[in-house]
C-alpha cells in the first residue's frame, strides 16, 4: 500500500539556520510527491511537487528531490526565518484522482 | 477569487449525535475531498467527489458519508457520532482530479464530548 514516513518534530531552529525534514515513502507504481504546509489557524498550502525520479521541486527557497533509489523526498532550505514557522506535511499521490497519503506533520518553530 | 470556505468553524456534540459539514470549493474546481486531521494520525483520506459522483473512498466505518451538489458544494455527514471523531476535519477543492493542486480550506474543528 501506500504511505509516508516523516521525522518526528517538534525542530527548533534559531534563524538562519538550515532545514532538513525528512521524508520517505512507500508506494505502488510512480507516486508524485509533495510538500504541505500548514500555518496556525490555516488550511494547508501547496509548498512544492515533483512528479517523477530525480525531478527538484523548489518554492520560497525550500527544496526537495524526487529520489526513487532511496524512497526519498527530504525538504531542506539553506537559512530559515521567524515567518517559515508552521507544520510541513509530506504527501503522495499515486495518481488514482484526488486521493493524497499523508505524513504526520512536522512542527517547525524559528526563534529570532 | 475567493477560497475554498468551510462552515461552521467549530461545532461541539454529544456521542450519538449526528453532524453535517460543509464545503464550498473555490469557483470551478469540480473536485472536492475530505480529511479527518488528528494529532496522532495526521491526515487521512475520507473521500472524494467530482461531478457529484464518489470517486474514491477512504477506510472509514459506513457512519461517515458525503455528497456532492450541482454546483460543486459538497457536504459531508457524521452519524452516532464516537468520542474518536473528535478532529479538525479538512476540504480540499482542485480542478480536476488529476492530482495536480489541492486548495485546502481552513477545516471545522468537531468535538465530541
Known amino acids: 500500500g501506500n504511505s509516508v514516513t516523516q521525522m518526528e518534530g517538534p525542530v527548533t531552529l534559531s534563524e538562519e539556520a538550515f532545514l532538513t525534514i525528512n521524508c520517505t515513502y512507500t508506494?505502488?507504481?510512480?507516486?508524485?510527491l509533495f510538500w504541505y504546509v500548514q500555518y496556525p489557524g490555516e488550511g494547508l498550502q501547496l509548498l512544492l511537487k515533483?512528479?517523477?525520479?530525480?525531478d527538484k521541486g523548489s518554492n520560497k527557497g525550500f527544496e526537495a528531490t524526487y529520489r526513487k533509489e532511496t524512497t526519498s523526498f527530504h525538504l531542506e532550505k539553506g537559512s530559515v526565518q521567524v515567518s517559515d514557522s508552521a507544520v510541513y506535511f509530506c504527501?503522495?499521490?499515486?495518481?488514482?484522482?484526488?486521493?493524497?497519503?499523508f505524513g504526520t506533520g512536522t512542527s517547525l518553530t524559528v526563534i529570532p | 477569487k475567493a477560497g475554498v470556505t468551510q462552515t461552521p468553524r467549530y461545532l461541539i456534540k454529544t456521542r450519538g449525535q449526528q453532524v453535517t459539514l460543509s464545503c464550498s470549493p473555490i469557483?470551478?474546481?469540480?473536485?472536492v475531498s475530505w480529511y479527518q486531521q488528528t494529532p496522532g494520525q495526521g491526515l487521512q483520506f475520507l473521500f472524494e467527489?467530482?461531478?457529484?459522483?464518489?470517486?474514491n473512498k477512504g477506510n472509514f466505518p459506513g457512519r461517515f458519508s458525503g455528497r456532492q451538489f450541482s454546483n460543486s458544494r459538497s457536504e459531508m455527514n457524521v452519524s452516532t457520532l464516537e468520542l474518536g471523531d473528535s478532529a479538525l476535519y479538512l476540504c480540499?477543492?482542485?480542478?480536476?482530479?488529476?492530482?495536480?493542486?489541492?486548495?485546502f480550506g481552513s477545516g471545522t474543528q468537531l468535538s465530541v464530548l
Open positions: 504527501a503522495l499521490s499515486d495518481g488514482t484522482g484526488n486521493q493524497f497519503y
Open positions: 469557483s470551478g474546481h469540480r473536485s
Open positions: 515533483a512528479t517523477k525520479a530525480d
Open positions: 467527489y467530482f461531478s457529484e459522483t464518489q470517486r
Open positions: 508506494a505502488t507504481g510512480y507516486p508524485s
Open positions: 480540499a477543492s482542485s480542478r480536476d482530479t488529476s492530482n495536480e493542486k489541492l486548495f
